[in-house]
């Protein structure tokens, strides 16, 4: 069905410190603002002093609860929230579920400071009535950022692959790579030409390299951390992401989607992610490799 496409369109999920911050702190600007204006559910029977007040209130409850579940949520369904996975149809997902706790605090605000006795059918009501309502413009709005970031990401990665260098087939190198594990019996050696990439996995590393023309993926139990310390002598091996470690000698090709970049490896199946704050030195290292 095509129109179940847009829903699985990828999408950045909201995932640092200071952006769940940004994001929950926009979240509460906006409720104050659009209720100090429009001065809704009888707010307009107050003075403007009062009005600011209660809206402030409310616009605080909305920036802890939204922050509270930007935190508290991945934790929980750790799974769900999975930043490689994230699609257009989650966030619109979880925004309505944010959207939906925000209305239950907010409806328990409003007993206690108004002393407006409710029903429970009348708060499922209001309950179904907002999200019905939030529906639509929530999920044009995500839509729209979608759209722009796809156009921003993809003019991005073209401007890279017409300015990097072309990649050369080298022959093999003699530098070999010790990569160490907890279990030292498991740690081993191989050419810097046959690593292809490094990604954290739990309390594990997942190595993909390539031995007798075949790619392979090696486990060994250690830290992506200790491994790019081990790693910092070889130029080419660069912390693209934080689950991800690339050999930039074997990028063939740039892409992009609404997360950000994905580098395409010869002979290598899987794309590597870039962190969108390092688009402009994954630039310039593959300018410069």
Known sequence: MRGAKIFKKPYP???GPMSKL????????????????????????FSDSTTALYSLGFGAITFITMLLNL???PKVFHKFFDEEQWTT?????????????????NSVFVQLVFDIPTSLSRFIYLEFVTLVLAIVPVTVWTLIIENRLLKRNIQEANIINTSRKPLIEK????????????NKMESA??????????TSADNYIKIGILVNERFQVIMLRNTLKRVENDLRDFHMFFRCHRAFIVNLEKVEAVSGNARGLKLKLKNCPEEIPV???LNEEIS???ENR
Do not use: C, N
């Not at 906006?30 to 001065?39: A, K, M, P, Q, T």
């Not at 022959?171 to 907890?182: C, G, L, M, N, W």
């Not at 050696?189 to 490094?198: A, G």
């Open 13 to 15: 999920l909201v995932s």
């Open 275 to 277: 962190s969108r704050a």
């Open 89 to 105: 149809g989650r966030e619109i997902l979880v925004t309505l579920v944010h959207i939906f706790l925000i209305g239950v605090i």
């Open 22 to 45: 940004i994001w929950a702190a926009s979240f509460g600007i906006y409720v104050f603002f659009f209720l100090v204006i429009f001065r809704p559910f009888g707010l307009d029977t």
């Open 284 to 286: 310039i290292r593959l």
């Open 189 to 198: 050696k191989w050419r810097t030409d046959q690593i292809f990439y490094i």
């Open 171 to 182: 022959t093999p190198q003699d530098d070999e790579v010790f990569i160490r594990s907890e």
């Open 71 to 73: 935190i508290i949520l």
